[in-house]
């Protein structure tokens, strides 16, 4: 077994070509199509090279240059890696794959591997690849795998950046600095571009890393004049091609509140809760293909629950949203007591180029299941995990007592720190990539 793992780790350290090759083969549409539709994070996180990519696409032969063959073994270590929506793929490869897919042992094996979620942690300015125990309910602890070191160009004595906050899109991270910086960084390929600003970055600046449909990576920058009551937002994309930053636009229609949260990057996409006077919260986008923005319709009747932030999921990357219900008092209150609010997650599983949107209500819960202090709060920081129908909030500063939470129906973990004093500032998901960030695209 230490033999097949070495030759896995060599298969994963030569995959710099993996996803570029799937981009670029032809062949019957059907085919390639269906070798497209693997998903990405899957691809690159296991470094699917094109020999590797053969195996797994026997009938693409003739679209994916060389053949080998891989040990039965090495074989359930990859599926057993892979995103539930790919495996289901996956199926259609071979009567054998999938035997392998429904047998008992395998799915045992899969589930012990996916039942801790692998997340990136900012804990005291530092970046840490964290993993999680998502079922442990005693003695829980995080579980630190490394540090993700990012040395200041401008220290004589390569000391570390102290990161402010985070911004990921498809494995590459976009990282403010506590002393207003902007960097673009991989963690995997250890590669890095400073972001020079038009005029200086200031505390009330919201950023967004995305992509154009060419694979052209691109910066949204929106500077808020004020704070509680801003004047205008005036929006600046940076484009990695011409290593410069231009005027989009400008809007004083809406808003983004400081307890609004954060951007998330989903295909490409930027989405974040914004606020138009008088009108409450909406869903806004920007396409960075077109470079506009959009509003996105919400899940139901948005006046009957109070959204609390947004997060992206890691493998599917779909968005989601938690959301309270409104409690509803009865007219006799004195015989009927108040309607218990629950807590809802919402995925949206598709978001069309109008901005209409299809959610799926995924996770329902009573305040009551939760059997520890816990408060939910405008723009929590939290990260969905699908297969095991869990929350993964972070701790401390008035939620809880607790490093990290793990909630879902019938469930409440908590999960501690070796260091009793840290306190995680951010929770984010990470899936490798292979980007090269200085020429802007995949390569």
């Known amino acids: ?159 570390e950046v102290d990161i402010h906050d985070i911004f990921p899109c498809d494995g590459l991270l976009l990282c403010t600095t506590k002393d207003d910086r902007l960097v673009v960084w991989n963690p995997l390929s250890r590669e890095t571009r400073w972001i020079q600003p038009k005029s200086t970055y200031n505390i009330l600046d919201y950023f967004a890393l995305g992509k154009s449909s060419c694979n052209k990576y691109k910066i949204l920058r929106m500077d808020q004049i004020g704070n509680i009551h801003p004047d205008s937002l005036e929006f600046e994309i940076y484009d990695f091609t011409s290593n410069s930053w231009r005027v989009v636009g400008k809007t004083t229609d809406w808003f983004i509140q400081p307890w609004q949260g954060r951007v998330m990057s989903v295909n490409g996409n930027a989405y974040w809760l914004a606020c138009r006077e008088g009108h409450g919260d909406f869903l806004q986008s920007f396409d960075f293909s077109t470079e506009r923005f959009k509003r996105v319709s919400l899940p139901g009747d948005h006046h009957s629950y109070q959204v609390f932030g947004l997060s992206v999921t890691r493998e599917e990357q779909q968005l989601c949203l938690l959301t309270q219900n409104n409690s509803k008092q009865s007219p006799y209150a004195w015989i009927e007591p108040a309607e218990e609010p629950r807590i809802n997650v919402w995925i949206a599983t598709k978001i069309e180029s109008n901005g209409a949107a299809s959610w799926i209500k995924f996770i329902s819960f009573d305040l009551d299941n939760i059997h520890q202090r816990f408060c939910f709060l405008n723009a929590m920081n939290f990260l969905v995990d699908p297969e095991n129908k869990v929350l993964l909030c972070r701790g401390k500063i008035w939620v809880s007592k607790t490093f990290l939470n793990i909630l879902g129906e019938n469930k409440s973990i908590q999960v501690d720190h070796q260091d009793s004093e840290s306190v995680c500032s951010l929770l984010v998901n990470y899936a490798p990539t292979l980007v090269q960030i200085q020429q802007g695209s995949l390569v």
């Open 1 to 159: 077994m230490t033999k097949l793992r070495k030759r896995f780790k060599n298969f994963v350290s030569s995959g710099s070509r993996a996803w570029a090759s799937l981009n670029n083969i032809t062949g019957p549409q059907t085919q390639v199509d269906e070798a497209r539709h693997i998903n990405r994070s899957d691809m690159i996180g296991l470094g699917l090279t094109p020999r590797i990519s053969s195996l797994l696409f026997p009938k693409y032969s003739t679209l994916i240059s060389s053949t080998m063959y891989l040990p039965e073994e090495l074989v359930v270590e990859i599926l057993a890696r892979v995103s539930a929506a790919s495996l289901a793929r996956l199926r259609r490869v071979s009567k054998g794959w999938n035997a392998t897919i429904n047998d008992e042992k395998f799915a045992k094996k899969r589930f012990l591997l996916r039942s801790h979620a692998t997340v990136i942690m900012l804990v005291e300015h530092r970046v840490y690849l964290v993993s999680v125990n998502l079922h442990e309910v005693h003695n829980n602890m995080v579980k630190v795998k490394y540090q993700l070191s990012l040395k200041d160009p401008l220290s004589k004595s390569s000391e």
